[in-house]
């Protein structure tokens, strides 16, 4: 599998996640406040204890958690949230998946449908798409002058990751779906900090889009990841600051 995020320049990966922190935090909180629904005890509810693990990679602080958590209970009433895919495709043909969450299915798709085919792209059907992809869990930790990539691997080995991959100045370990919240607390008990903690989706292979493609589907995703409903957009792409990074 070769190298899903390329931390080639963490500072500026810091950066740029703080220009738009506000909006992510909106959207992790959201996602806390779904999966605390019910049991919001993250002892004793492993995918809320997994989203917390994702807010604080973002380094969102634990006050705006704490709100999101008592939201389930108070703010969300009785709005239902449904977990929603959608797939399709960009222009050139690019494979994208988009993750949601919402309380008004046909806002959502229409908001979506409308998104992409503003931008030459098409809404497509279940299973349309996702066969080129693999789900995976992703911890990605800093490579530091402390933490040495043997040592690295063998933490990643005996807490039952599928997969290390040693980037410039990160390690990425792999895990599958259900490993992932055993994984991640197995990491957490070693006092390791992370970068990204969560499930996503890898393509399997990606496309390179001519110059004025791409520049089409940068703001598709852009518009797509603006919309309050959306919590994750994945494609198989690739983006001019990974081919930079290799």
Request: glycine residues 8%; charged residues 30%; proline residues 3%.
């Amino acid at each position: 599998m070769s190298g899903h995020s390329k931390w080639h320049n963490i500072q500026a990966k810091k950066g740029k996640a703080d220009a738009a922190r506000g909006k992510l935090f909106t959207k992790i909180g959201r996602e806390i406040a779904v999966a605390a629904k019910g049991n919001p005890n993250p002892a004793t509810n492993s995918k809320l204890a997994d989203v917390i693990a994702k807010a604080k990679a973002a380094n969102m602080p634990n006050d705006n958690i704490e709100r999101s958590i008592k939201r389930a209970a108070g703010e969300l009433g009785d709005r239902e949230f449904k977990e929603l895919t959608y797939e399709g495709y960009g222009v050139g043909g690019a494979a994208v998946i988009i993750s949601t969450l919402t309380d008004n299915n046909n806002r959502t798709a229409g908001d979506i449908r409308a998104i992409m085919s503003k931008h030459g792209g098409t809404l497509g059907t279940t299973g349309s798409v996702s066969y080129m992809f693999e789900n995976k869990g992703l911890i990605v930790i800093e490579r530091t002058a402390s933490l040495s990539e043997d040592e690295m691997f063998e933490i990643a080995i005996d807490a039952g990751a599928e997969e290390i991959v040693t980037q410039e100045d990160a390690y990425e370990i792999y895990t599958t779906p259900a490993a992932f919240s055993e994984v991640r607390k197995y990491l957490e008990g070693k006092g390791l900090e992370f970068l990204q903690a969560e499930l996503t989706m890898i393509p399997q292979n990606k496309i390179v889009l001519p110059e004025e493609k791409l520049e089409t589907f940068r703001k598709m995703l852009d518009k797509l990841e603006e919309n309050d409903d959306v919590q994750d957009v994945y494609h198989n792409v690739e983006l001019p600051e990974e081919e930079e990074e290799e």
